[in-house]
């Protein structure tokens, strides 16, 4: 589950609260070892995503970098390249 959190930190444009929410909803299934909760677990699964999503916007908010912001298309393509690579073309 945890492969598809994605690096958020330095990109141009910014991650979105959909982005944000969603590496946090990664964060919560890998941890708790559900992919949905039962409904006694419910509310409290849903506020630990919810305040994973709070801690990693401010955490982004709070990072510094000299480095240039990278481009979500060109990372894309070169993890399409390495995947080709890995996996054969299709």
Known sequence: MCRNIRTLHNFEPHATSAEVEAAALQCVRK???ATKPSKANE???NRAVHEIADA???LLDSLVTHAPAKDREDEA???RARS???FGSP
């Open 31 to 33: 941890i708790s070892g």
């Open 43 to 45: 509310e409290a699964f």
């Open 56 to 58: 990693t916007e401010h």
């Open 77 to 79: 393509a070169k993890a």
């Open 84 to 86: 080709a690579v890995r």
